[in-house]
């Protein structure tokens, strides 16, 4: 099979997966290199994972980036603004060359600065979520899912009982009692520290039931039975024997996870629940918005369009390392 | 299958008992953990001490959580009383406690809510349940097409939109700029009362949220048709020189369906518990409204009553999946 | 009894025996000059607008706010109070004139003003004959003392001010009428009946505020037979021009005519339109939409339009006419406790003053229309005010640095230090002007982090003096605005040390200074309001020479009025169109 040769930035996307991949594409060929010779031919996966990519280097080069082309994220710019109505003065909320994307309503802050910036937000809250998900589900669905009996009754009936849940009600009351400083953090920090606990905490049942799942239908393959047949111990067919045998269900689902986490930590932001002002933040800008938004639509599109790009290109992408992992895919 | 559903009942409602105590429990504690007095958020701005002793003992906070949560629990199942000063006030059951913002049982106001909350759910569900299956199917049957890839990005892209945003963008348009709609307000007495301004608030949210469902719905039923389409018994169907459009419609959909209706069955639940987001964007006053309002003011009664509306609606929605399965797909045996 | 109760007690002590000469006045006799065609701001000059007699017609009010208690002994929101004068009347009212005659006490249901007796510690009223409640019977002074009673009850009916408890209970512990042991529920000691037309109130102290508080809600007669405590809150029994003909909690109620409400016993309320309805509305956009397209009278929640409607009105000349941005009788503020190092040096606290940028604050809060620059913490409108007092060159609108590092240099902190502000997450202007603040503070090195607090725990948060000192709140953004119209009612709860709560507390900067508190004694023990007013002015320059307060704007509102209304003006005494007069016309 030939594939067309790709950008660099479409192998630096799917590192994880081919990493220990020769370079060479002749012989037998791995799962992990069949993957990656699909993934390689899905171009709307790999736009996506470029865009992933540039995200993330945006959120990363963030203070370089708004010193090349913005003005700091907390300054006020009162003078670009309507003094009577408080919205920017000029068309499409105030863009020009200097502030790219306009300015914000009442206090004159450059969007453009603020929106690089709410990424770092974004994408950290949402991957480090993430984590706390896929430990927690890896852990605990593939205990429920190789014990069985009444571990796995219990695990399961957990993950009920957590979707049985009004979660984003939860998270609301729960933030807004939790102290100013916590854990040795302070400000922002707390409320992204406390986002990032309860957002994983409620996604781990999703992940948890598919690697219970999986777990399930791997412990009764062949090598496994060797492997208890030699005398290996539970604990050890469950972590070295099955969870690699996961991976590809676990990468492809918080892959997955992330965009969904995205639009949880800017719904909760939207409902007040996110970081502290002046920390930016997209779900934040967005709610601010609605006071606004008859008279300065620029503002709400913005910070919704940078939600909806961020969210659509994780899905592009797990989708396609989704398709590309399948084994039944042709 | 009678013992099938008795035991499911069992399990529906401990579980309900469950989520009640946990519910309880952090909702009751954690002000005492942050060193917040529920009693002074019902005083207002009254410090008075007597005030807050009266609200103390009004809602039972003197008492150890155990007693309360048991006086929470008999309540629901048999109503209240509450001292009314030179008598009682009656909370009848299913009495989730009384709100003495209003001097008003919760459950009284939660009533009026409900209907707002079902017809966002049901109205939406109807139009993502055709849309989405509709176009999950057509995008399987043209595998590859120009059409199938165009619409599975254009579902992606569903999926993507916060609901907050696409809620404001659509009534920035069509409330705003071309006024085809005025401005959304659910009208008191919901559709028998003003179906005009009924369908006038709920058409925007309708659209809006289904289209957020219809996404996943059209990704979900292509992928499970694919998957179906490569089975054996579709190509013996087939083998046996049946017509496509029988085979499609006799067989293929039939099995696609189960999992749909899973997964309906849970989002309907989900959504009848209060739709916070789209409840929100668009202020209909229904139950997630309600909670969220709740949540700002700290009644806790009211936030009580909504977590166990919403967590009776999915773990009814489970069963009723579950007892549906049966029926649809003739393999599943409840045992 | 706490310290706090006797301080009100002992300090509400203005002017009393004076407001007999200015409220026989009458209020202004006749300011009555009618404007037709109205215009911007009209309604807050002076005059009546659309002046008329004319009955009928359905009055409809919205709010975005049900509510707190239509139950007049438990009802503390400043619009509840303007409703209650469709349907329950007190000893005294403030009348319903424009300007300062508004801010005026006049008789409701009283014959006169109180004559005072026994050095100013005996208030005796005689009411009116011919005054019924909605089912007929008369109106007795028992009537009103078990109104009064009603308020000791707070275990059962909490919400409403406590001012009544605090003069009237004086030791006796009285436990409100459902635990009276008096067979006929009249056991307060402090009032007596002595006939069903007089009504005595002995007081500890001469206690001129006393009369303003015979004018709120709470000091309402309640019927005895009818009053079912808590549940009464759903029933009301009027003695105004209306009734509450149906209640729907969160939704709507109804006022119709009071068939037995006697206009011949009423100066002040004028009851013209058939019918006034209120209703709650769950989207304020629509509600404003409702409004300019005259489908709704007005927003009487009275805290103006939304950012949408407010660019439209302030762009069409059409719907500016009909628009006015009056003053809500609050003050938008930061405060410096001075338990929270460094702001226990004046220095400090001058530098945050100066480093402060008042045009960027007033932007934050939405413009202009949002209210004027404020440069001290006494609003117009509260007798001894004076808006030219501007110690700190706040009005001009700058940040003034170069005073600012000065200051910070003389507080010993050169290279500036770190604090926190406190605000409630729940208000976005106030989180607004934090942020705005925290920008300006940074151009002089003071590092400030925003801690946010859900607005409903204020009185646990920044109203416990401890849990300011253990957070280090060193700045707090408050609003403030009085429960009634004197210097006293409005900055006595701010700064007067003995008002300094365990909870609750108004007086951030624990400020303790015997000049203030004195200057407090001195007031109430004055003979007149308008001899009181200087010394007012006095407290306000003591404190703003103290900078212990960063004044952000006297608070205004935009607000929409329908042309259709009649007789409107804003009531001074609280900054909202009166509703005893307002009437529609078709």
Redesign the interface.
Known sequence: MTAPLHDSAGETATVDVTADMPAKDIEGRSPGRIAWTRLKRDK?ALIGGVVVILLILVAVFAPFIVGLLGHPP???H?NL?D?????PKGSFGGINSDFLLGVE???GRDVFSRIVYGSRISLLVAFLAACVSVVLGSILGSVAGFFGGWVDAVISRVM??L????Q???T???V??V??SLWGL??SGVRMGVLIVVIGFFGWPYIGRIVRGQTMSLREREYVEAARSLGAGRVYILFKELLPNLVAPILVYSTLII?TNI?SE??LS???AGV???TASW?KM??????????D?TY??VP?IA??IT??AF??FG?GLRDALDP?GS | MLVYILRRLLNVVIMLVVVSMVTFGIFFMVPKITGSDPALLYAGRTTDKVAIEGIRKKMGLDKPITTQYGLFLKGVVAGRDYDAGPDTTHCPAPCFGYSFKNEQPVWQDLKDKVPVTLSLASGASILWLLGGVATGVISALRRRTLLDRATMITALAGVSLPIYFTGLVSSAIFVYSLGWLDTINYPDGGLASDPGGWLNAMILPWITLAFLFAATYARLTRATMLEILGEDYIRTARAKGLTESVVIRKHALRSTLTPIITVFGLDLGALLGGAVLTETTFSLPGLGKAAVDAISTGDLPVIMGVTMIAAFFVVMANLVVDLLYAVVDPRVRLT | MNSSRKAVALAAVVAALSLTATACGGGGSDNKTSTKGAGYDAATTGKVLNASTKKGGTLKLMSPQDVDFLDPARSYYGFVWNIQRLYVRQLLTYDSKPGEAGTKLVPDLAETLPVLSNGGKTYTFKIKKGVKFEDGTAITSKDIKYGIERVFAQDVLSGGPTYLINVLDQGQKYPGPYKDKDPNKLGLKSVLTPDDQTIVFNLKQPNSDFSYLMAISDSSPVPMAKDDGAKYTNHPVATGPYKVASFKPGKETVFERNPNWDPKTDKVHTGLPDKVTFTVTSNPDDMDQRLLSGDVDYAVDGTGVQQAAKIKILQDPKYKANADDPFTGYIRYFAFPQTVAPFDNIECRKAVIYAADPKSLQTARGGPSSGDLGANMLPPGVPGSDKSYDPWGLTAGKPQLDKARAALKACGKPNGFKTTIAVRSNKKPEVATAESLQASLKAINVDVQIAQYDGKNSSSEIGSPTNVKKKGYGIIVMGWGADYNSGAGFLQPLVDGSFILPNGNNNYTMLNDKTVNGLFAQAAAAKTPEEAAPIYGQVNKAIMEKALYLPINFDKALVYRNPRLTNVFYNESMGRLDLAVLGVAK
């Open positions: 709307v907390n300054e006020f009162e603004l003094p009577d109505l408080g919205t309503p009442t206090n009920d009982l979707l049985a849940f009004p984003l009600l939860f609301i009351a729960l807004s009692v102290p100013n302070s400000g965009p639009l800017a719904a939207f409902l007040g502290k002002p002046p779900g967005l709610s601010d918005a609605i006071n606004t938004y008859q008279a639509p709400m599109v919704g939600i909806f969210v659509l899905n592009l989708d039944k």
